[in-house]
């Protein structure tokens, strides 16, 4: 564990993880706590990022690492074939413009029509790239099934895809959406793409000044308890080496008795 902490710190490692929930930023930011004996999930599916209302102090999919990525491309949807599993493929390239080596997860988030009455864009895919060079790209396709672009409908009692359009938002988390796209199974519309601020595509409301600091205010007390981790974790390694090379010489001298 020392080890991973030194190499993540130091920078010879690069962070690769993403938050698999929304981090709320106040109690108001979450689902209510019901202390009866019966309970009412009457949010039905807005929880986490996919409540519009909930504000995150780091949000679904977040995650910190070393270097900067660019989509820099339109994304675009093509038809998958007909013998293929897939309905949709959505292409999108990216480029990592840092100065260091270093993989990102794409995510993909579906909007879907509105008689889907889904709360908020559903993540529907997230993909890992290559550890890319600075100025490196790489051209990442998610496969929509025909199961991805479908609702369950509680009336029917099976899954029914939506007529009209669907939009990809395409990015870093779920509130830091890169480029969006939309196309519409039926032929019906023309796909257009555009490419779009974390602010103004954002699944999660955005944040005030006041956020920000307390966002810095965490990552810095975050480093300062990581440190403090790094240090002790340090401190018992060369602790332990000692010790047992105490013992090691204890062991040799106490043998030429024998």
């Keep these: 564990t020392g080890n991973a902490w030194s190499d993540i710190v130091f920078g010879d490692e690069v962070p690769t993880g993403r938050l698999p929930l929304m981090i709320p930023e106040t109690q108001a930011d979450s689902i209510p706590v019901e202390t009866g004996a019966d309970i009412a999930y009457s949010e039905g599916m807005k929880t986490s990022y996919r409540n519009p209302s909930f504000r995150a102090a780091y949000p679904f999919g977040h995650g910190l690492g070393y270097t900067t990525f660019e989509y820099f491309a339109p994304a675009n949807v093509s038809a998958c074939g007909e013998n293929e599993k897939c309905k949709f493929r959505v292409h999108v390239s990216l480029r990592n413009t840092g100065l260091r080596a270093a993989p990102t997860v794409v995510q993909l988030y579906l909007e ?42 509680t009336d029917l009692q099976r899954w029914v895809m939506p007529q009209g ?25 023309s ?14 409301q955005p944040h005030d ?8 205010a965490l990552f810095v007390i975050g480093g300062l308890l990581i440190a403090g981790a790094l240090v002790l974790a340090i401190g018992l390694f060369v602790l332990r080496r000692r010790l047992r090379k105490a013992a090691d010489h204890a062991g040799s001298g106490s043998s030429g008795l024998v």
Excluded: M, W
């Design 112 to 153: 879907s029509p509105a008689q889907a009455h889904h709360p908020a864009p559903l993540l529907k895919g997230f993909q890992k790239t290559a550890a890319l060079a600075p100025n490196g790209t790489e051209e990442v396709a998610f496969e929509l099934s025909e199961r991805d672009l479908s609702y369950f409908d």
């Design 165 to 189: 359009t669907f939009v990809a938002h395409i990015g870093e988390s779920s509130a830091d959406i890169r480029l969006s796209t939309s196309f519409c199974p039926d032929g019906d519309c």
């Design 191 to 204: 796909a257009s793409s555009t490419s779009t601020s974390p602010e103004s595509a954002s699944v999660a």
């Design 209 to 216: 000044g006041s956020s920000s600091v307390k966002r810095i």
